[in-house]
C-alpha cells in the first residue's frame, strides 16, 4: 500500500532554514509528481510546491517562492522541502502528497511533518 | 490566482439527512475540481476528482456535481464518520488553492 512519512520537522527561529523529508514506498516512486501541501494550526490548507516525476519541472504557491525549494531523489524514493528564512507565517504541518500522475489533484497524503518557527 | 469560495462555513445536519456542500470559483477550472476530507489529526483523503468522480473506496452516498464555476458535493445520508472538514481544490491553473473549508457537525 502507499505510505508517505514525513521527517524533519521542529522549531526553528526566524529567518533560519529546515529542510523535510518524505520517504515513499508501495509504489514505483519515479512515475509521479509530488506536492507539498501545509496546513496552520486551525486553518486550512495551502498547496506549497510540487515537482515532476523525474525532477525537472517545479511549481511553487506565491508565499513561498524564492524561500522554499522541492527536490526528489529517486534513488531513495525521498521527496524534500528545504524552507529558507522562515517565517512565522511558516509555522503549520506540512504534507507531502502523491499526485495523481497529470500534475493533478492528491491521491495519497502523509500523516505531516508539524514546523514551528518561534523565537 | 483562482480564488475557491466554500459555504457555508458550518454545516449542521442530523445522521441520516443530506448534506450539500457548494465550492465556487472565480473562474472557469474546465472540471479540475477535487474534493477532499480531513478528519480531526488527520491528514486529508481524496473523495472526488473531475468534479464528479469518486476515488477509490469511496462510499456511493458521495457524489459531486458541476455548474460553470460552482461545484457541489453532496452526501446523500450523513453517516457518524462523515463528521468532518471538507475542502475542495482547483487543478486547473497555477498555483493551486484551497476552498477554506466546510466542517460538517453534528446537529
Known amino acids: 500500500q502507499v505510505q508517505l512519512v514525513e521527517s524533519g520537522g521542529g522549531v526553528v527561529q526566524p529567518g533560519r532554514s529546515l529542510r523535510l523529508s518524505c520517504a515513499a514506498s508501495?509504489?514505483?516512486?519515479?512515475?509521479?509528481?509530488m506536492h507539498w501541501v501545509r496546513q496552520a494550526p486551525g486553518k486550512g490548507l495551502e498547496w506549497v510546491a510540487v515537482i515532476s516525476y523525474d525532477g525537472t519541472n517545479e511549481y511553487y504557491g506565491d508565499s513561498v517562492k524564492g524561500r522554499f525549494t522541492i527536490s526528489r531523489d529517486n534513488s531513495k524514493n525521498t521527496l524534500y522541502v528545504q524552507m529558507n528564512s522562515l517565517r512565522a507565517e511558516d509555522t503549520a504541518v506540512y504534507y507531502c502528497?502523491?499526485?495523481?500522475?497529470?500534475?493533478?489533484?492528491?491521491?495519497?497524503w502523509g500523516q505531516g511533518a508539524l514546523v514551528t518557527v518561534s523565537a | 490566482e483562482i480564488v475557491m469560495t466554500q459555504s457555508p462555513a458550518t454545516l449542521s445536519v442530523s445522521p441520516g439527512e443530506r448534506a450539500t456542500l457548494s465550492c465556487r470559483a472565480t473562474?472557469?477550472?474546465?472540471?479540475?475540481l477535487a474534493w477532499y476530507q480531513q478528519k480531526p489529526g488527520q491528514a486529508p483523503r481524496l473523495l472526488i476528482s473531475g468534479a464528479s468522480t469518486r476515488a477509490t473506496g469511496v462510499p456511493a452516498r458521495f457524489s459531486g456535481s458541476e455548474s460553470g464555476t460552482e461545484f457541489t458535493l453532496t452526501i446523500s445520508s450523513l453517516q457518524s464518520e462523515d463528521f468532518a472538514v471538507y475542502f475542495c481544490?482547483?487543478?486547473?491553473?497555477?498555483?493551486?488553492?484551497f476552498g477554506q473549508g466546510t466542517k460538517v457537525e453534528i446537529k
Open positions: 508501495g509504489f514505483t516512486f519515479s512515475n509521479y509528481a
Open positions: 481544490q482547483q487543478y486547473y491553473n497555477w498555483p493551486r488553492t
Open positions: 502528497a502523491r499526485d495523481n500522475g497529470h500534475f493533478g489533484f492528491c491521491d495519497y
Open positions: 473562474q472557469s477550472v474546465n472540471n479540475n
